[in-house]
């Protein structure tokens, strides 16, 4: 399996809180993803990396801020949670290797905000 | 206009029946992905294509990079093949864009 883990993979937590999200990979792979997943959606981007403290935003990143102080961590925060944040996380690594271009999941985080 | 257009978005087949499902996209790709996830669970990569044609056992995915078209097939479908099917692109800086999935349910 790739070596790309989300922590936590369950999460309830208040309105108002903030909340963060890792991403931890071993493929040394240069970008990074955090996508929402709502029912009606698909994926959506909020947030990737192209290297370590380089960030952009994708299509729905109001709320949403992150962090990428190193290669192999990609932190999803939301300063203050509000109840339309309450998604599944997916977070994706890719790369160009000598096999073509890989993209690997993680196996997502159920946040919940009540 | 989304750039990965899936469809058909929700299919439902009897066991057995030949399955296809297809991809288009609209920007220059280094890549397409297809992906399955079940019920509930993670995202599964099912194949990576830049070019031509792959096979893993009843699972066949085709790629026409000059029509920006791709699909993917499923021979003799099993009920435990019901899950939702994802096309994705990498285009530019490799970033992945994720059509919106077609849910896929095979009955007995």
């Known amino acids: 399996d790739a070596g790309i883990t989300q922590s936590p993979r369950h999460k309830v937590t208040e309105t108002g809180t903030p909340v963060t999200l890792r991403c931890h990979q071993t493929e040394n792979h240069r970008y990074m993803y955090w996508y929402r997943q709502d029912p009606g959606h698909g994926l959506r981007l909020i947030h990737y990396?192209?290297?370590?403290?380089?960030?952009d935003k994708g299509e729905v990143s109001d709320g949403y801020s992150v962090s990428r102080s190193k290669t192999e961590d990609f932190l999803l925060t939301l300063e203050s949670a509000t109840s339309s944040q309450t998604s599944v996380y997916f977070c994706?690594?890719?790369?160009?290797?000598?096999?073509?271009?890989?993209?690997?999941f993680g196996q997502g985080t159920r946040l919940t905000v009540v | 206009k989304n750039e990965v257009e899936q469809s058909p978005q929700n299919l439902t087949a009897q066991e057995g029946e030949f399955i296809t499902i297809n991809c288009s996209y609209s920007?220059?790709?280094?890549?397409l992905h297809w992906l399955q996830q079940h019920p509930g669970g993670g995202i599964v990569s099912l194949f990576m294509l830049s070019s031509g044609k792959k096979k893993h056992g009843r699972l066949i995915a085709t790629i026409n990079i000059q029509e920006k078209h791709s699909s993917l097939h499923i021979t003799a479908s099993h009920p435990r093949d019901s899950a939702v099917y994802i096309c994705a692109v990498t285009g530019t800086a490799s970033k992945l864009t994720f059509g919106t999935g077609t849910r896929l349910q095979v009955t007995l």
């Open positions: 990396s192209y290297g370590v403290k380089d960030t």
């Open positions: 994706a690594i890719s790369d160009n290797t000598g096999r073509g271009t890989e993209a690997f």
């Open positions: 920007v220059g790709i280094s890549a």
